[in-house]
């Protein structure tokens, strides 16, 4: 008798993971409702009327090969000049082996002067008109930590007496529920404590953005626009390269920096020496002193989100 196996099962539901992101979108429609799907995809059917079919069909990042990778980011620095008349260099930098970053900021010393904003505007090439930055400054009432007290449009000579300055970026955190809530896992943390987004795998659903208790990351509603004169021309794919519209960005630490043994741009701006970035794993690291012998807090703690992110007073 002439045994015949059965033809191997179909998945009943889209596997992100390994297809292109026409099936993540397919996936979509198959877990949310049609019309909820379609309203939280708005901003991708717009991005997609600039997006060249090279771009819509790109691989997601962790699935690119060396080759694909390089045709990649050889068509993103050609776009670069074409669109913005600028000559630019994309690197792909890994975590260094051994490093988990970590950032605090000493609240007593810093003055709410935002030349970190300003710093951070300038080096991650974001829109010029909408003065876009990565970094709020907060300026809070003495005597307590709820952001919800503090306004980030002060006006005036600073510091004032009854007051304290916040800045809050991405807290690069341990449990980051922007993370978990993306559909199609355009959005991950990396080895050395980084969370990053792929910008041409991201369908702009803006769920993340809605995730972060922290308001820490932002979309991208048109085209950046930068003069070629002000583009920074040293890019990194997962960091600082211009980022299309439709898709939701954030701080990296400055890791197309700091993986290459600088400090954030942020931290270099700072004129009262308020921030201290560095690797926890190091044991001689001035972030590790900070940590082992100042009283330091985090944000909005009983959230569990376990942020990289610290603060303190003298």
């Excluded at 810093?110 to 003065?131: I, L, M, Q």
């Excluded at 050395?192 to 208790?213: H, L, M």
């Excluded at 002000?230 to 898709?247: H, K, M, T």
């Excluded at 330091?296 to 610290?310: R, S």
Aim: glycine share 6%.
């Amino acid at each position: 008798m002439t045994h015949t196996e059965d033809p191997p099962r179909q998945p009943s539901l889209p596997i992100v993971e390994n297809l292109s992101r026409r099936a993540a979108v397919k996936g979509g429609f198959a877990t949310l409702g049609a019309a909820a799907f379609v309203a939280a995809i708005s901003p991708l059917r717009h991005a997609a009327k600039n997006s060249s079919a090279a771009e819509f069909m790109q691989q997601h990042y962790k699935e690119l090969s060396p080759e694909g990778k390089a045709a990649v980011i050889a068509r993103l620095e050609s776009e670069a000049k074409e669109n913005y008349g600028a000559e630019v260099t994309i690197a792909d930098d890994r975590p260094i082996p051994g490093t988990k970053f970590v950032y605090a900021i000493n609240l007593s010393v810093c003055n709410g002067n935002g030349k970190c904003v300003e710093a951070c505007h300038k080096e991650n090439n974001h829109d010029r008109s909408t003065n876009q930055s990565y970094i709020r400054v907060i300026e809070m009432p003495k005597g307590t930590m709820d952001m919800e007290q503090g306004t980030t449009t002060y006006t005036g000579a600073v510091p004032k007496d009854d007051k304290f300055y916040l800045p809050v970026q991405c807290q690069q955190c341990d449990e980051p529920p922007c993370v978990d809530v993306c559909p199609v896992k355009a959005t991950w943390k990396e080895e050395d404590g980084i969370v990053v987004v792929d910008y041409n795998w991201c369908i702009g659903c803006r769920y993340c953005e809605a995730a972060c208790p922290y308001h820490a990351r932002r979309f991208n509603w048109k085209q950046p626009e930068v003069p070629a004169e002000q583009v920074n021309p040293d890019q990194s794919y997962l960091s600082n390269r211009i980022r299309p519209a439709g898709v939701v960005e954030k701080c990296t630490y400055c890791l197309h920096r700091t993986r290459r043994g600088k400090l954030p741009a942020c931290l270099e701006a700072c004129p009262t020496g308020a921030r201290v970035f560095g690797n926890i794993l190091d044991p001689q690291s001035s972030i590790r002193w900070i940590l082992e012998n100042k009283r330091v807090y985090i944000l909005k703690e009983e959230l569990g989100t376990k942020p990289a992110f610290f603060y303190y007073f003298d």
